[in-house]
């Protein structure tokens, strides 16, 4: 009895086998895509002669030289100087930011801390008191006030594609609290201006 009992299971089994080896598989197939990117560029370049010559100047060692005409400055003695500048052609949109100047390497402090600035950004004219009115658009200091030669400005928006360049006009006064002692010294500053893509 046991037997027959074995036998059957066996037999079941046998036949659940044979079940599993008819079954068929799935069919499959595949798709690939594929994309190919490219990262998009900010550069910069400047111009000292109002948009006569462009070149980058991307160091403080190379930085762009702005002719103010201030050999001799005493107190109360204003000077301006222009500086555009532009994205590069093939170049995104972006922000600039005026960081506050710094000393240059070798001049006097004290001297550097005798001056005061204001900048404005223009569209036409040339650099000079003119651009400093009320309704002037002003990136350090307003049309009643003047700040320290450190003092970092108000971004202001540079266009795409070397577009319309962003004319800036730095004005300088010597304060007229400067002391006598500063006869005869010298001093620079040297100044970032920053840029930030849109994109």
């Given at each position: 009895?046991?037997?027959?009992?074995?036998?059957a299971l066996l037999a079941g089994g046998l036949?659940?086998?044979?079940?599993?080896?008819?079954?068929?598989?799935?069919?499959?197939?595949?798709?690939?895509?594929?994309?190919?990117?490219?990262?998009?560029?900010?550069?910069?370049?400047?111009?000292?002669?109002?948009?006569?010559?462009?070149?980058?100047?991307?160091?403080?060692?190379?930085?762009?030289?702005?002719?103010?005409?201030?050999?001799?400055?005493?107190?109360?003695?204003?000077?301006?100087?222009?500086?555009?500048?532009?994205?590069?052609?093939?170049?995104?949109?972006?922000?600039?930011?005026?960081?506050?100047?710094?000393?240059?390497?070798?001049?006097?402090?004290?001297?550097?801390?005798?001056?005061?600035?204001?900048?404005?950004?223009?569209?036409?004219?040339?650099?000079?008191?003119?651009?400093?009115?009320?309704?002037?658009?002003?990136?350090?200091?307003?049309?009643?006030?003047?700040?320290?030669?450190?003092?970092?400005?108000?971004?202001?928006?540079?266009?795409?594609?070397?577009a319309s360049p962003v004319q800036l006009c730095?004005?300088?006064?010597?304060?007229?609290?400067?002391?006598?002692?500063?006869?005869?010294?010298?001093?620079?500053?040297?100044?970032?201006?920053?840029?930030?893509?849109?994109?």
């Amino acid at each position: 009895m046991k037997l027959l009992r074995v036998r059957a299971l066996l037999a079941g089994g046998l036949v659940l086998g044979a079940g599993a080896t008819m079954t068929l598989a799935a069919w499959n197939d595949s798709e690939f895509a594929t994309g190919t990117f490219s990262a998009s560029s900010f550069a910069l370049q400047s111009s000292t002669d109002s948009g006569g010559t462009w070149q980058e100047h991307g160091t403080s060692a190379t930085a762009a030289t702005m002719s103010f005409t201030a050999g001799g400055m005493s107190p109360g003695a204003v000077n301006y100087a222009p500086i555009w500048l532009r994205t590069v052609t093939g170049s995104v949109s972006g922000t600039l930011e005026l960081q506050g100047g710094q000393v240059v390497q070798g001049g006097d402090a004290s001297l550097f801390a005798a001056f005061d600035y204001r900048v404005v950004r223009y569209s036409s004219g040339s650099c000079d008191a003119s651009q400093f009115g009320a309704g002037s658009t002003y990136i350090v200091g307003s049309s009643s006030s003047k700040v320290a030669l450190g003092t970092a400005g108000a971004g202001t928006a540079v266009a795409a594609n070397a577009a319309s360049p962003v004319q800036l006009c730095f004005e300088i006064t010597m304060k007229t609290t400067a002391d006598n002692s500063l006869q005869g010294t010298s001093s620079g500053a040297v100044w970032e201006i920053k840029g930030t893509s849109d994109s």
